[in-house]
């Protein structure tokens, strides 16, 4: 079955360290997308990819950096430079450009202690 | 980004009932889609409607768009208590391939 697959589910970080999030997809999805939410705030774009070796910052990608080496992967780290990182951070893919709708990955909820 | 606005931001029904959410946005768009998330899980799409578009149903999803007052309504008919998740509105804005999306509104069904 196609879709967008994000690991781990949980993880705990220590301040001052980095810590990288999976997405994959077999979607053969050109666009792919990093979202982070926040209780009460919705939904905010971190960076998005619409195709591969090439990625733009969203509305809050100080922190925070990607690569898009595959077409199927699109690697999000959260670095010691995010203030505030806990936070659930959920992938998403289209196809470009985005005319349907989005296909979410289940998210990973990141955890600093 | 121009982030929409649901209202309400929560609504509690009784199962059976109709559920109505709406959203506003702030640009002019291409389409406006509707998603679902059950707690803790990742967003599902439930259904689109181009800015042409005045109306649309899928099943028990019934959408409008108001381009003039830049506003979307979705209702569930015959809510279940399955039915209890967040749904937000997020809008293609015209000449952009990001989706903006809204704060959404939490739905509580009550069997």
């Known amino acids: 079955d196609g879709g967008i697959t994000q690991s781990p589910k949980y993880l705990f970080r220590k301040e001052g360290q980095n810590v990288t999030l999976s997405c994959e997809q077999n979607?053969?999805?050109?666009?792919m997308y990093w979202y982070r939410q926040d209780p009460g705030q919705g939904l905010r774009l971190i960076y998005y990819?619409?195709?591969?070796?090439?990625?733009q910052k969203g509305d809050i990608a100080e922190g925070y950096s990607v690569s898009r080496e595959k077409k199927e992967s699109f690697p999000l780290t959260v670095t010691s430079a995010q203030k505030n990182p806990t936070a659930f951070y959920l992938c998403?893919?289209?196809?470009?450009?985005?005319?349907?709708?989005?296909?979410f990955g289940s998210g990973t909820r990141l955890t600093v202690v | 980004s121009q982030q929409g606005e649901e209202d309400p931001q929560a609504l509690s029904i009784q199962e059976g009932e109709n559920a109505t959410m709406n959203c506003s946005y702030k640009?002019?768009?291409?389409?406006l889609q509707w998603y679902r998330q059950n707690s803790g899980r990742g967003l599902v799409h439930l259904i689109l409607?181009?800015?042409?578009?005045r109306e649309k149903h899928s099943g028990r999803l019934r959408v409008t768009l108001d381009t003039s007052k830049k506003s979307s309504s979705l209702l569930i008919t015959a809510s279940r208590a399955a039915d209890t998740a967040s749904y937000f509105c997020?809008?293609?804005?015209?000449?952009?391939?990001?989706?903006?999306f809204g704060k959404g509104t939490k739905l509580s069904v009550i069997p």
């Open positions: 998403a893919s289209s196809i470009e450009p985005p005319k349907g709708g989005y296909t």
């Open positions: 979607l053969n999805h050109d666009a």
């Open positions: 990819s619409q195709i591969v070796n090439d990625f």
């Open positions: 640009t002019s768009i291409n389409n």
């Open positions: 409607i181009r800015s042409n578009e």
């Open positions: 997020a809008n293609l804005p015209a000449g952009s391939y990001q989706l903006t």
